[in-house]
């Protein structure tokens, strides 16, 4: 969650200078998280969930990953978009964690149901063999 909601106003892509807009334009752009997680090395996998913003990754997302270190983990991404595929952003979220071991990522749609999700888990091979 991060630190300073975003409000819908700054998620109105059809203003050029919105929020969210600027963030994706601006490199160094970290927006602050307002929470940590305090037991990290409690986890050995992460599921990485965010929508996909001007074909990225929102910033804050890059904020998570440097925050922590992923060593010896396992990141999961998977996203949300209406069109834009999973690609670009994972290669650039990779770069902020290079030491996780990554899956494979998946784009998830508005309609996406629970059984299409329950399958992508399913070749994930997270469960010691069981399904979910």
């Known amino acids: 969650m991060p630190a300073v909601p975003y409000t819908e106003a700054d998620l109105d892509y059809t203003v050029s200078d919105c929020r969210a807009n600027e963030e994706q334009r601006t490199p160094s752009a970290r927006p602050e998280i307002a929470n940590s997680v305090e037991n990290m090395a409690d986890y050995d996998t992460v599921f990485l969930g965010y929508p996909i913003w001007q074909g990225r990754a929102p ?74």
Do not use: M
């Not at 990522?105 to 469960?127: D, H, I, K, Y």
């Open 59 to 132: 910033k804050i997302i890059y904020t998570f990953l440097e925050s922590y270190d992923f060593a010896g983990k396992t990141l999961v991404p998977f996203c949300t978009s209406g069109s834009t595929g999973i690609g670009g952003s994972e290669g650039d979220l990779h770069a902020l964690a290079e030491d996780a071991a990554w899956k494979a990522g998946r784009r998830f749609s508005a309609g996406a149901t629970a059984q299409t999700v329950r399958e992508w888990l399913n070749t994930l091979q997270l469960f010691g063999g069981a399904s979910v």
